[in-house]
Protein backbone atom coordinates (compact mmCIF):
# COMPACT_ATOMS: atom_id res chain seq x y z
CA UNK A 1 0.00 0.00 0.00
CA UNK A 2 3.05 2.15 -0.31
CA UNK A 3 2.24 5.50 -1.61
CA UNK A 4 5.86 6.50 -1.38
CA UNK A 5 7.01 7.56 -4.84
CA UNK A 6 9.54 4.87 -5.98
CA UNK A 7 13.03 4.86 -4.93
CA UNK A 8 15.28 8.39 -4.77
CA UNK A 9 17.55 7.56 -7.31
CA UNK A 10 18.07 9.47 -10.75
CA UNK A 11 18.49 13.30 -9.20
CA UNK A 12 17.57 14.02 -5.59
CA UNK A 13 15.46 17.29 -6.20
CA UNK A 14 13.22 15.87 -8.76
CA UNK A 15 13.00 12.67 -6.46
CA UNK A 16 11.92 14.99 -3.97
CA UNK A 17 9.57 16.68 -5.62
CA UNK A 18 7.87 13.43 -6.98
CA UNK A 19 7.46 12.80 -3.26
CA UNK A 20 5.97 15.52 -2.63
CA UNK A 21 3.42 15.02 -5.07
CA UNK A 22 2.68 11.88 -4.40
CA UNK A 23 2.11 12.89 -0.75
CA UNK A 24 -1.07 12.67 1.15
CA UNK A 25 -1.64 16.62 3.27
CA UNK A 26 -3.08 14.40 6.21
CA UNK A 27 -2.72 10.90 7.53
CA UNK A 28 -4.69 9.52 10.36
CA UNK A 29 -3.62 7.11 12.47
CA UNK A 30 -6.91 5.39 14.24
CA UNK A 31 -10.45 5.67 12.52
CA UNK A 32 -12.57 5.69 15.90
CA UNK A 33 -14.45 8.57 16.83
CA UNK A 34 -12.38 10.95 16.81
CA UNK A 35 -10.39 9.66 13.38
CA UNK A 36 -13.57 9.45 11.91
CA UNK A 37 -14.55 12.88 12.54
CA UNK A 38 -11.59 14.54 12.11
CA UNK A 39 -11.44 12.51 8.59
CA UNK A 40 -14.58 14.38 7.87
CA UNK A 41 -14.05 17.63 8.63
CA UNK A 42 -10.64 17.74 6.45
CA UNK A 43 -12.59 16.05 3.65
CA UNK A 44 -14.97 18.65 3.61
CA UNK A 45 -12.07 21.24 2.99
CA UNK A 46 -10.72 19.23 0.18
CA UNK A 47 -7.75 17.67 2.10
CA UNK A 48 -5.98 14.77 -0.05
CA UNK A 49 -5.81 12.31 3.83
CA UNK A 50 -5.92 8.11 4.65
CA UNK A 51 -6.87 6.79 7.84
CA UNK A 52 -4.97 3.70 8.92
CA UNK A 53 -6.71 1.37 11.29
CA UNK A 54 -6.36 -2.33 11.42
CA UNK A 55 -10.31 -3.23 11.34
CA UNK A 56 -12.53 -3.90 8.13
CA UNK A 57 -14.37 -0.09 8.25
CA UNK A 58 -14.67 2.97 10.78
CA UNK A 59 -15.51 2.92 14.31
CA UNK A 60 -15.66 -1.18 14.00
CA UNK A 61 -13.97 -1.54 17.29
CA UNK A 62 -16.34 1.13 19.48
CA UNK A 63 -19.39 -1.07 17.46
CA UNK A 64 -17.69 -4.05 18.77
CA UNK A 65 -17.26 -2.45 22.40
CA UNK A 66 -21.05 -1.24 22.66
CA UNK A 67 -22.09 -4.84 21.07
CA UNK A 68 -20.32 -6.56 23.93
CA UNK A 69 -22.08 -4.68 26.91
CA UNK A 70 -25.51 -4.49 24.91
CA UNK A 71 -25.53 -1.04 25.14
CA UNK A 72 -28.86 0.65 24.49
CA UNK A 73 -27.82 4.59 24.11
CA UNK A 74 -25.35 6.48 24.29
CA UNK A 75 -24.34 8.56 27.41
CA UNK A 76 -24.22 11.48 25.59
CA UNK A 77 -25.95 13.95 24.51
CA UNK A 78 -27.77 14.18 21.25
CA UNK A 79 -26.60 17.31 19.62
CA UNK A 80 -22.89 15.47 19.90
CA UNK A 81 -22.01 13.56 17.06
CA UNK A 82 -19.16 12.96 14.35
CA UNK A 83 -20.22 14.96 11.50
CA UNK A 84 -19.16 18.27 10.50
CA UNK A 85 -21.94 20.44 11.15
CA UNK A 86 -23.61 21.48 14.10
CA UNK A 87 -27.24 19.42 15.22
CA UNK A 88 -26.39 17.24 12.21
CA UNK A 89 -27.75 13.63 14.77
CA UNK A 90 -30.85 15.80 15.60
CA UNK A 91 -31.75 16.68 12.29
CA UNK A 92 -31.07 13.45 11.00
CA UNK A 93 -33.20 11.97 13.53
CA UNK A 94 -36.09 14.39 12.84
CA UNK A 95 -35.87 13.61 9.19
CA UNK A 96 -36.40 9.65 9.69
CA UNK A 97 -39.92 9.25 9.04
CA UNK A 98 -40.45 6.60 11.99
CA UNK A 99 -38.10 6.58 14.83
CA UNK A 100 -37.91 3.46 16.63
CA UNK A 101 -39.75 4.38 20.32
CA UNK A 102 -36.96 4.68 23.01
CA UNK A 103 -34.77 6.62 20.34
CA UNK A 104 -33.51 8.73 23.18
CA UNK A 105 -33.17 8.52 26.66
CA UNK A 106 -32.93 10.70 29.46
CA UNK A 107 -32.78 14.27 29.95
CA UNK A 108 -30.34 14.97 27.46
CA UNK A 109 -32.09 12.92 24.57
CA UNK A 110 -29.14 10.23 24.61
CA UNK A 111 -29.42 8.81 21.28
CA UNK A 112 -29.96 4.86 21.10
CA UNK A 113 -26.85 3.00 19.67
CA UNK A 114 -29.15 2.22 16.42
CA UNK A 115 -29.76 5.73 15.46
CA UNK A 116 -25.99 7.02 16.12
CA UNK A 117 -24.69 4.08 14.34
CA UNK A 118 -27.31 4.88 11.72
CA UNK A 119 -26.28 8.17 11.42
CA UNK A 120 -22.49 7.43 11.36
CA UNK A 121 -23.19 5.22 8.66
CA UNK A 122 -25.08 8.18 6.46
CA UNK A 123 -22.00 10.41 7.83
CA UNK A 124 -19.46 7.58 6.16
CA UNK A 125 -21.88 7.64 2.80
CA UNK A 126 -22.33 11.28 2.28
CA UNK A 127 -18.81 11.75 2.55
CA UNK A 128 -17.28 8.37 1.29
CA UNK A 129 -15.31 7.93 4.28
CA UNK A 130 -14.83 4.77 3.67
CA UNK A 131 -12.50 5.15 0.46
CA UNK A 132 -10.20 6.52 2.64
CA UNK A 133 -9.35 3.77 4.69
CA UNK A 134 -5.71 1.90 4.85
CA UNK A 135 -5.83 -1.23 6.70
CA UNK A 136 -2.65 -1.45 9.38
CA UNK A 137 -1.73 -1.28 12.78
CA UNK A 138 0.76 2.00 13.29
CA UNK A 139 3.89 1.16 14.34
CA UNK A 140 6.90 3.42 13.70
CA UNK A 141 6.95 7.00 12.90
CA UNK A 142 9.54 9.02 11.36
CA UNK A 143 10.03 12.20 9.44
CA UNK A 144 11.07 12.59 6.05
CA UNK A 145 11.32 15.71 3.62
CA UNK A 146 8.45 17.73 3.75
CA UNK A 147 6.57 15.54 6.00
CA UNK A 148 5.63 12.05 7.89
CA UNK A 149 6.52 8.11 7.07
CA UNK A 150 4.18 6.08 8.91
CA UNK A 151 5.19 2.33 8.79
CA UNK A 152 2.60 -0.16 9.41
CA UNK A 153 1.90 -3.78 9.64
CA UNK A 154 1.04 -3.70 6.15
CA UNK A 155 3.33 -0.70 4.25
CA UNK A 156 4.18 2.26 4.86
CA UNK A 157 2.41 6.19 4.31
CA UNK A 158 3.49 9.23 3.88
CA UNK A 159 1.73 12.80 4.16
CA UNK A 160 3.15 16.13 5.21
CA UNK A 161 0.84 15.95 8.56
CA UNK A 162 0.06 13.43 11.03
CA UNK A 163 -3.05 13.50 13.41
CA UNK A 164 -2.54 9.96 15.87
CA UNK A 165 -6.04 9.30 17.25
CA UNK A 166 -5.56 5.74 18.59
CA UNK A 167 -7.75 6.20 21.96
CA UNK A 168 -6.52 4.62 25.09
CA UNK A 169 -5.31 1.45 23.45
CA UNK A 170 -4.43 -0.10 27.18
CA UNK A 171 -7.04 -1.54 28.91
CA UNK A 172 -6.92 -1.49 33.43
CA UNK A 173 -6.39 -5.24 34.22
CA UNK A 174 -5.73 -5.98 38.39
CA UNK A 175 -3.17 -7.35 39.22
CA UNK A 176 -5.34 -10.13 40.97
CA UNK A 177 -6.38 -11.15 37.63
CA UNK A 178 -3.46 -11.81 36.16
CA UNK A 179 -3.34 -15.66 37.35
CA UNK A 180 -6.76 -16.71 36.15
CA UNK A 181 -6.60 -15.13 32.09
CA UNK A 182 -5.47 -11.43 32.59
CA UNK A 183 -6.42 -9.28 29.87
CA UNK A 184 -8.73 -11.64 27.78
CA UNK A 185 -11.06 -11.39 30.47
CA UNK A 186 -11.61 -7.82 29.92
CA UNK A 187 -14.86 -7.02 27.78
CA UNK A 188 -12.40 -4.36 25.52
CA UNK A 189 -10.36 -7.07 24.90
CA UNK A 190 -10.68 -8.48 21.43
CA UNK A 191 -10.45 -11.79 22.68
CA UNK A 192 -12.83 -11.50 25.79
CA UNK A 193 -15.54 -14.41 24.96
CA UNK A 194 -18.65 -13.14 23.84
CA UNK A 195 -20.68 -16.04 24.01
CA UNK A 196 -23.95 -15.81 26.35
CA UNK A 197 -23.00 -16.71 29.76
CA UNK A 198 -23.81 -20.03 31.88
CA UNK A 199 -23.30 -20.78 35.00
CA UNK A 200 -22.89 -18.49 38.11
CA UNK A 201 -21.32 -15.39 36.50
CA UNK A 202 -19.57 -12.02 38.26
CA UNK A 203 -18.63 -8.74 37.03
CA UNK A 204 -16.59 -6.80 38.42
CA UNK A 205 -15.90 -2.88 37.80
CA UNK A 206 -17.74 -0.24 39.14
CA UNK A 207 -18.70 2.15 36.26
CA UNK A 208 -21.45 2.69 33.45
CA UNK A 209 -19.92 -0.19 31.24
CA UNK A 210 -19.75 -2.56 34.13
CA UNK A 211 -23.22 -1.98 35.15
CA UNK A 212 -24.29 -2.15 31.74
CA UNK A 213 -22.55 -5.98 31.18
CA UNK A 214 -24.08 -7.35 34.46
CA UNK A 215 -27.72 -5.82 33.62
CA UNK A 216 -27.42 -8.08 30.25
CA UNK A 217 -26.20 -11.04 31.82
CA UNK A 218 -28.38 -10.87 34.58
CA UNK A 219 -31.28 -10.91 32.07
CA UNK A 220 -29.85 -13.91 30.39
CA UNK A 221 -28.77 -15.77 34.19
CA UNK A 222 -31.16 -14.17 36.19
CA UNK A 223 -30.31 -14.80 39.83
CA UNK A 224 -26.73 -16.16 38.52
CA UNK A 225 -25.06 -12.80 38.54
CA UNK A 226 -23.50 -10.74 40.57
CA UNK A 227 -21.32 -7.18 40.18
CA UNK A 228 -18.58 -6.79 42.28
CA UNK A 229 -17.66 -2.99 42.98
CA UNK A 230 -16.15 -0.83 45.91
CA UNK A 231 -18.72 1.15 46.42
CA UNK A 232 -22.07 2.07 45.10
CA UNK A 233 -21.70 3.57 42.11
CA UNK A 234 -22.43 7.66 41.58
CA UNK A 235 -25.29 9.11 39.82
CA UNK A 236 -24.59 11.24 36.86
CA UNK A 237 -26.01 11.95 33.64
CA UNK A 238 -23.20 12.34 32.19
CA UNK A 239 -18.91 11.87 32.26
CA UNK A 240 -18.25 15.44 33.64
CA UNK A 241 -20.07 18.82 33.66
CA UNK A 242 -21.65 20.00 30.07
CA UNK A 243 -19.47 23.28 30.49
CA UNK A 244 -15.96 21.16 28.99
CA UNK A 245 -17.87 20.33 26.56
CA UNK A 246 -17.76 23.94 25.10
CA UNK A 247 -14.17 25.85 23.75
CA UNK A 248 -14.75 28.31 26.17
CA UNK A 249 -13.57 26.13 29.21
CA UNK A 250 -11.20 23.68 27.06
CA UNK A 251 -9.00 27.34 27.08
CA UNK A 252 -9.48 28.25 30.19
CA UNK A 253 -8.52 24.55 31.01
CA UNK A 254 -5.15 24.69 28.82
CA UNK A 255 -4.28 27.73 30.26
CA UNK A 256 -3.71 26.80 33.84
CA UNK A 257 -0.29 24.96 34.93
CA UNK A 258 0.22 21.44 34.38
CA UNK A 259 -0.21 20.57 37.97
CA UNK A 260 -3.33 22.48 37.89
CA UNK A 261 -4.64 20.23 34.93
CA UNK A 262 -3.41 17.19 36.04
CA UNK A 263 -6.05 17.81 39.61
CA UNK A 264 -8.79 19.16 37.49
CA UNK A 265 -9.06 16.35 35.45
CA UNK A 266 -9.00 14.23 38.44
CA UNK A 267 -11.52 15.83 40.31
CA UNK A 268 -14.01 16.88 37.18
CA UNK A 269 -14.05 13.51 35.85
CA UNK A 270 -16.91 11.00 37.10
CA UNK A 271 -15.04 8.10 37.36
CA UNK A 272 -17.05 5.09 38.22
CA UNK A 273 -20.43 6.80 37.41
CA UNK A 274 -24.24 5.95 35.92
CA UNK A 275 -26.59 8.01 34.27
CA UNK A 276 -29.41 7.90 36.82
CA UNK A 277 -31.59 5.90 34.28
CA UNK A 278 -29.26 3.11 34.77
CA UNK A 279 -28.66 3.28 38.21
CA UNK A 280 -32.59 2.60 38.49
CA UNK A 281 -32.24 -0.23 36.30
CA UNK A 282 -29.77 -1.80 38.76
CA UNK A 283 -31.82 -1.03 41.70
CA UNK A 284 -34.53 -2.62 40.08
CA UNK A 285 -32.94 -5.73 39.02
CA UNK A 286 -31.57 -6.31 42.51
CA UNK A 287 -35.13 -6.32 43.91
CA UNK A 288 -36.25 -8.77 41.26
CA UNK A 289 -33.43 -10.75 42.63
CA UNK A 290 -31.80 -11.27 39.25
CA UNK A 291 -28.71 -9.34 39.94
CA UNK A 292 -26.64 -9.41 43.35
CA UNK A 293 -24.34 -6.57 44.78
CA UNK A 294 -21.31 -6.94 46.40
CA UNK A 295 -19.46 -4.08 47.60
CA UNK A 296 -15.80 -4.63 47.92
CA UNK A 297 -12.28 -5.29 46.73
CA UNK A 298 -11.41 -8.45 44.75
CA UNK A 299 -8.03 -9.41 46.06
CA UNK A 300 -7.27 -12.39 45.09
CA UNK A 301 -8.96 -15.20 42.69
CA UNK A 302 -7.70 -19.02 41.67
CA UNK A 303 -8.63 -21.78 39.34
CA UNK A 304 -10.53 -24.69 40.46
CA UNK A 305 -11.71 -28.02 39.31
CA UNK A 306 -15.39 -26.61 38.75
CA UNK A 307 -15.05 -22.80 37.88
CA UNK A 308 -12.92 -19.45 39.90
CA UNK A 309 -13.21 -18.84 43.66
CA UNK A 310 -13.02 -15.20 44.48
CA UNK A 311 -11.60 -13.70 47.83
CA UNK A 312 -13.15 -10.37 48.65
CA UNK A 313 -11.61 -8.18 51.02
CA UNK A 314 -9.87 -11.22 52.08
CA UNK A 315 -12.18 -13.12 52.68
CA UNK A 316 -12.80 -16.42 50.29
CA UNK A 317 -16.43 -15.27 49.26
CA UNK A 318 -17.35 -16.51 46.05
CA UNK A 319 -17.24 -19.13 43.34
CA UNK A 320 -18.43 -18.70 39.95
CA UNK A 321 -18.11 -20.45 36.75
CA UNK A 322 -17.43 -17.17 34.60
CA UNK A 323 -15.93 -13.76 35.33
CA UNK A 324 -15.84 -10.44 33.13
CA UNK A 325 -13.96 -7.20 34.15
CA UNK A 326 -15.25 -3.92 33.11
CA UNK A 327 -12.84 -1.96 35.20
CA UNK A 328 -11.97 0.35 32.64
CA UNK A 329 -8.61 1.33 30.82
CA UNK A 330 -5.44 2.34 31.61
CA UNK A 331 -5.19 6.07 33.20
CA UNK A 332 -2.20 6.82 31.36
CA UNK A 333 -0.23 6.25 28.35
CA UNK A 334 3.31 4.43 29.18
CA UNK A 335 3.61 1.12 27.43
CA UNK A 336 1.58 2.33 24.12
CA UNK A 337 4.16 1.14 21.69
CA UNK A 338 3.89 3.98 19.22
CA UNK A 339 3.85 7.16 21.36
CA UNK A 340 6.81 5.75 23.40
CA UNK A 341 8.53 4.73 20.14
CA UNK A 342 7.35 8.10 18.73
CA UNK A 343 8.55 9.85 21.68
CA UNK A 344 11.63 8.46 21.79
CA UNK A 345 12.58 8.66 18.06
CA UNK A 346 11.79 12.38 18.00
CA UNK A 347 12.54 13.65 21.47
CA UNK A 348 8.74 14.78 21.99
CA UNK A 349 7.72 15.71 25.52
CA UNK A 350 5.43 13.62 27.75
CA UNK A 351 4.15 15.21 30.79
CA UNK A 352 2.36 13.52 33.62
CA UNK A 353 1.14 9.71 33.15
CA UNK A 354 3.50 9.65 30.12
CA UNK A 355 0.41 11.54 27.97
CA UNK A 356 1.86 13.69 25.09
CA UNK A 357 2.59 17.14 26.21
CA UNK A 358 1.01 19.60 22.93
CA UNK A 359 1.04 23.18 21.88
CA UNK A 360 -2.32 25.09 21.82
CA UNK A 361 -2.83 23.02 18.28
CA UNK A 362 -2.38 19.40 19.87
CA UNK A 363 0.65 19.71 17.96
CA UNK A 364 3.30 17.02 19.74
CA UNK A 365 5.77 18.18 16.87
CA UNK A 366 5.12 20.97 14.17
CA UNK A 367 4.04 17.83 11.98
CA UNK A 368 2.17 16.09 14.19
CA UNK A 369 -1.06 15.88 16.19
CA UNK A 370 -2.08 14.38 18.80
CA UNK A 371 -6.26 14.17 19.14
CA UNK A 372 -8.29 11.73 21.77
CA UNK A 373 -7.35 10.85 25.21
CA UNK A 374 -4.03 11.76 24.76
CA UNK A 375 -5.05 15.16 24.25
CA UNK A 376 -6.09 15.64 27.59
CA UNK A 377 -3.90 17.54 29.11
CA UNK A 378 -4.89 20.18 26.36
CA UNK A 379 -8.65 20.28 25.89
CA UNK A 380 -9.84 18.96 29.26
CA UNK A 381 -12.26 16.43 30.91
CA UNK A 382 -14.29 15.29 27.81
CA UNK A 383 -11.10 15.27 25.31
CA UNK A 384 -11.69 11.13 25.19
CA UNK A 385 -15.69 12.09 24.11
CA UNK A 386 -17.71 12.86 21.00
CA UNK A 387 -17.36 16.40 22.76
CA UNK A 388 -14.18 16.14 22.55
CA UNK A 389 -13.54 15.17 19.28
CA UNK A 390 -15.15 17.92 18.09
CA UNK A 391 -13.12 20.77 20.52
CA UNK A 392 -10.04 18.57 18.61
CA UNK A 393 -11.30 19.53 15.31
CA UNK A 394 -12.07 23.01 15.95
CA UNK A 395 -8.84 24.04 17.21
CA UNK A 396 -7.06 22.19 14.03
CA UNK A 397 -9.12 24.38 11.88
CA UNK A 398 -8.57 27.89 14.18
CA UNK A 399 -4.72 27.27 14.17
CA UNK A 400 -3.37 24.47 12.12
CA UNK A 401 -5.03 24.75 9.07
CA UNK A 402 -4.53 27.61 6.26
C1 LIG B 1 -18.62 1.35 25.45
C2 LIG B 1 -18.31 2.81 25.35
C3 LIG B 1 -19.32 3.74 25.28
C4 LIG B 1 -19.04 5.08 25.16
N1 LIG B 1 -20.07 5.96 25.08
C5 LIG B 1 -19.81 7.26 24.89
C6 LIG B 1 -20.86 8.19 24.72
O1 LIG B 1 -22.02 7.87 24.80
N2 LIG B 1 -20.54 9.48 24.47
C7 LIG B 1 -19.25 9.91 24.40
O2 LIG B 1 -19.01 11.08 24.14
N3 LIG B 1 -18.23 9.05 24.60
C8 LIG B 1 -18.49 7.75 24.84
N4 LIG B 1 -17.45 6.88 25.03
C9 LIG B 1 -16.10 7.45 25.13
C10 LIG B 1 -15.47 7.75 23.76
O3 LIG B 1 -16.30 8.45 22.89
C11 LIG B 1 -15.06 6.48 23.11
O4 LIG B 1 -14.13 5.86 23.94
C12 LIG B 1 -14.49 6.64 21.73
O5 LIG B 1 -14.45 5.33 21.19
C13 LIG B 1 -13.12 7.27 21.69
O6 LIG B 1 -12.78 7.39 20.35
P1 LIG B 1 -11.29 7.31 19.83
O7 LIG B 1 -11.35 7.52 18.37
O8 LIG B 1 -10.42 8.23 20.63
O9 LIG B 1 -10.79 5.87 20.24
P2 LIG B 1 -11.26 4.44 19.73
O10 LIG B 1 -12.71 4.38 19.50
O11 LIG B 1 -10.63 3.48 20.66
O12 LIG B 1 -10.58 4.34 18.29
C14 LIG B 1 -9.19 4.27 18.16
C15 LIG B 1 -8.91 3.56 16.85
O13 LIG B 1 -7.50 3.58 16.68
C16 LIG B 1 -7.10 2.33 16.18
N5 LIG B 1 -5.70 2.15 16.54
C17 LIG B 1 -5.16 2.02 17.77
N6 LIG B 1 -3.83 1.87 17.67
C18 LIG B 1 -3.53 1.91 16.35
C19 LIG B 1 -2.34 1.82 15.61
N7 LIG B 1 -1.13 1.64 16.20
N8 LIG B 1 -2.40 1.87 14.25
C20 LIG B 1 -3.60 2.06 13.63
N9 LIG B 1 -4.76 2.17 14.29
C21 LIG B 1 -4.72 2.09 15.63
C22 LIG B 1 -8.04 1.33 16.83
O14 LIG B 1 -8.10 0.17 16.03
C23 LIG B 1 -9.35 2.10 16.85
O15 LIG B 1 -10.11 1.84 15.70
C24 LIG B 1 -17.70 5.53 25.15
C25 LIG B 1 -16.67 4.59 25.25
C26 LIG B 1 -16.97 3.24 25.35
C27 LIG B 1 -15.85 2.27 25.46
Given at each position: ?????????????????????????????????????????????????????P???????W??????????????????????????L??????????????FA???????????????????????L??????????????V??????????????????????????????????????????????E?????P????????????A??????????R??????I???????????????W????W????????????????????????????????????????????????????Q???A????????D??????????A??????????????L??????????????????????????????????????G???????????????L??????
Amino acid sequence: MSLIAGSLGVGKTSAINHLLMKMLDWLIIGAGVHGLHAAARLRRRGSTLRLLDPHPHPLAEWERRAEVLAMGHLRSPLDQDIDVGELSLHHFAEAQPRLEPGSFAGPCRAPSVALFRRHVEWVRGRLDLDALLERGLARSVELVEGGVRVESDRGSLTARRLIVAIGRPRTHVPAWAKAIGGPTLHVYDPEFDRSPPSGSVVVVGGGLSAAQLALRWAQLRPGATTLICRRPPLIAELDAAPRWAGPRWSWRFANFPLAGRVAMLDSELRRGSVPPRVAARLARAQRRGSLRVVFGEVTHTQREAAGLALSINGDPALRCDRLALATGFARGFEGVPLFDLTAQALGLARGPRATPLLDAALRWHPRIHVIGAAACLSLGPLAANIAGARLASARLEVLALP
